[in-house]
Every structure is written in structure tokens, then in C-alpha cells.
């Protein structure tokens, strides 16, 4: 079993940052090919970014590339850095955890319960 903790949403002004973080619980996070997804209301939960077990390979939403970072560190946490932040961002944020290679769907393992970015105009 794997929890995931969410932190670092917010409220944000467009052209602003945020950095989402991800705390796991599990002693073997280098098993993981960790990603992030997002929902709106009122619409489906959409891959935003994913990073590979080792951290080689990453991977965004062509919605997010060249504005979004995704890491991990060996102290089993996952970020999302958030950057030139669009109204069209707003949505709540999940980490997800899943055994193997990256999925660019929801076919993950582990949820965290969502941290909640919202941008202004």
C-alpha cells in the first residue's frame, strides 16, 4: 500500500508560479514511475505530466510543456513546478503512483486525495 499526501496548491495570479509537492509512503518509491493529473469541474481527469522510476524520462500534456516541471528526489517526494500559470490551469491537482513505466491514462495504482490550484485573470 501506498499513501500519497498532496501540498502546495493555492490561489495564483496568471503569468504566477506554484509548486505542487507529493510525499510517499512506501519503501520501495524507486519501483514507481510517479505522474500528475488534473480535473476541472465539470470535465475528465487529464494527465498533466509523468516522471519515469530512476527520473530519466519525463514527460508533459502539450497543454503544460515548456511550463511545468516534473521531479522526484531519493527522499520520496514528486513535484510539479508551475510556471506562466494560465485561468485555464485552475483544476484540482493528484499525484499518482504506479508499478512499471510510465501511462499517460488514469491506469495508476495509488491516488493522493488532490490539492486544489485555482488562477485569476
Known amino acids: 500500500q501506498v499513501q500519497l499526501v498532496e501540498s502546495g496548491g493555492g490561489l495564483a495570479q496568471a503569468g504566477g508560479s506554484l509548486r505542487l509537492s507529493c510525499a510517499a509512503s512506501?519503501?520501495?518509491?524507486?519501483?514507481?514511475?510517479m505522474g500528475w493529473f488534473r480535473q476541472a469541474p465539470g470535465k475528465e481527469r487529464e494527465f498533466v505530466a509523468a516522471i519515469s522510476w530512476n527520473g530519466g524520462s519525463t514527460y508533459y500534456a502539450d497543454s503544460v510543456k515548456g511550463r511545468f516541471t516534473i521531479s522526484r528526489d531519493n527522499a520520496k517526494n514528486t513535484y510539479l513546478q508551475m510556471n506562466l500559470l494560465k485561468p485555464e490551469d485552475t483544476a484540482a491537482y493528484y499525484c499518482?503512483?504506479?508499478?512499471?513505466?510510465?501511462?499517460?491514462?488514469?491506469?495508476?495504482?495509488?491516488w493522493g486525495q488532490g490539492t486544489q490550484v485555482t488562477v485569476s485573470s
Open positions: 499518482a503512483a504506479r508499478r512499471g513505466g510510465i501511462e499517460f491514462t488514469t491506469a495508476y495504482d495509488y
Open positions: 512506501t519503501r520501495t518509491f524507486s519501483n514507481y514511475a
